[in-house]
């Protein structure tokens, strides 16, 4: 769920991301991506997997939009997987039967599925339509829905982060960009200058969210537009029926204005960035050392042998990918 992905200005450029997993960090770096997880005897277990992004194999798919189509694309495969593996390794005792904890697997992503597109489409656009009278007016209809879409994903986000789990997980994630940006510093890569770091980082899957849900509003509202154009009208069920299949564009429209907001320092920019960041006060918490180490094992081992390659090195992140 919270994935952070940056290109680092070398020469290659390295592209370094992570994920907040069940006990552990996910890292990757060009080639590959390594789950390091604390299993419950306090050892770390981890699991390296070489990858090739397609974006990097196809012309088609590095193309603007379409590239973060697919990087979303392979973010969630990557994260369901890893997220798995590090539920057996913590939790060995409750995944015993393979194919009862695969079932319950399929069944809590189509729950989860299904909940998210009632909480974030079909909800705001049922109050927008229920409680204002603009259903023609297709910039503050998707303004107005926008509006709801944003308060129902903070709510959301603030009352999961109640919960020891998804705390423990926002620890976690705060281990991830704390090694991260240590990474970043060109120090080597300790537990104690990881910690001297903050938690929030622009490029942080959080900050990814909020611009997709500014973005949506925009594109939402000029297919309406169109829509009622040729129509003359536009229904709810219209509307969630144009909207669903939308979702991937809007995804990679989200991904270029991310990349355009961290070549830059305009003001405009950092104000598309500001909410984010704040955002991440729900979604990052202070981690321990031990959660720490567990991240800093993952971002060594992704690398391998390559490593000390990076070791005293500053690098100057420039993009999300």
Known sequence: MKRLLLILTMKPNILVGGQAVIEGVMMRVPGAYSTAVRDPD??????RNKFSSITERSNFWSKPILRGMASLYEAMQMGMATLQWSANVAYPEDNQDGKWSKFLDFLTTVFSILLAIFLFMALPMWLTTKLLSIEKEALWFNLSSGVFRIIFFVVYLFLISSISDISRLFQYHGAEHKVVYNFESGKNLSVKDAQSFP????????????????????IFALVDTI?????????LLMRLFLHLPLIPIVSGFGYELIKATSKSDLVIYRILKAPGIFLQNITTKQPDDRMIEVSIKALKDAFGDDYKNFIGKKHKAEAIG
């Open 227 to 235: 829509a009622i154009y040729f129509f003359g009208t536009i229904s």
């Open 199 to 218: 938690t929030q980082h622009p490029r942080c899957g959080t900050s990814f969210m909020f611009i997709v849900l500014l973005s949506a509003i925009f």
């Open 42 to 47: 306090g050892n770390i277990k981890i699991k």
